[in-house]
């Protein structure tokens, strides 16, 4: 059973994960993007950390619903309403339980997964978050697999011509580079099974 110690725990992973990776994250999006998606996510995982840490949450959902938040209102661009929508989505999807089980994470999971896709129009293939996030849900239950998948499918994106966001605009120049969208997702799912593995 996982609680909101458990999901505090992977969003301050993930915030560690994103400030040591800022600048690859602001590099990939400077060939297809605006240059912003390092800078854009380090503010809003250090804003979702500093708010979890003066209101904790009591269940997982209250904490995911608090991160999401936090995110849209911290983040500009597409990434804090797309991570937003993720992580509330995620939250409303477990309730008010204390507890959760891992296929309840991942049913969530997958609920957030399913707004993302309907709010940006996107599909996996389209060069966007969901080709990692997408991978990484249905490894789940097994964390060490989904971070795993989540990795995967942020270097799949690499000889993808994108077809959503900003850098569909560079047509097959956008091709030969890294969703920057998905690689954050991946540092997400990372610290997910990171702090899994801990626990187990």
Same mark, same amino acid.
Do not use: F, H, I, W
């Given at each position: 059973m996982r609680d909101a110690g458990f999901v505090r725990r992977w969003l301050a992973t993930t915030a560690r994960a994103v400030e040591r990776d800022a600048d690859r994250l602001t590099e990939l999006d400077s060939a297809i993007g605006d240059a912003d998606h390092g800078?854009?996510?380090?503010? *809003?995982?250090?804003?979702?950390?500093?708010?979890? %840490? #003066? %209101?904790?949450?009591?269940?997982?959902?209250?904490?995911?619903?608090?991160?999401?938040? &936090?995110?849209?209102?911290?983040?500009?661009?597409?990434?804090?309403?797309?991570? *937003? &929508?993720?992580?509330?989505?995620?939250? #409303?999807?477990?309730?008010?339980? %204390? +507890?959760? &089980?891992?296929? %309840?994470?991942? &049913?969530?999971?997958?609920?957030?997964?399913?707004?993302?896709? +309907?709010?940006?129009?996107?599909?996996?293939?389209? #060069?966007?978050?969901?080709?990692?996030?997408?991978?990484?849900i249905e490894a789940l239950p097994d964390y060490a697999a989904a971070g795993a998948a989540a990795a995967r499918g942020a270097e799949d994106t690499v000889p993808l011509r994108a077809r959503k966001g900003r850098a569909s605009y560079l047509g097959e120049r956008s091709m030969g580079h890294m969703d920057p969208g998905a690689a954050s997702a991946a540092l997400l799912f990372g610290a997910l099974a990171e702090v899994a593995a801990a626990d187990d």
């Open positions: 800078s854009n996510m380090r503010r *809003g995982m250090t804003a979702v950390a500093a708010a979890l %840490e #003066k %209101e904790p949450g009591g269940t997982p959902g209250a904490v995911l619903l608090l991160a999401g938040r &936090t995110l849209v209102s911290t983040v500009g661009g597409a990434s804090g309403p797309l991570y *937003g &929508t993720l992580l509330r989505r995620a939250g #409303k999807a477990l309730g008010d339980a %204390e +507890q959760v &089980t891992d296929d %309840e994470l991942r &049913t969530a999971l997958g609920a957030g997964a399913d707004a993302v896709a +309907q709010l940006g129009g996107a599909a996996p293939g389209d #060069k966007t978050m969901l080709d990692t996030v997408r991978p990484a």
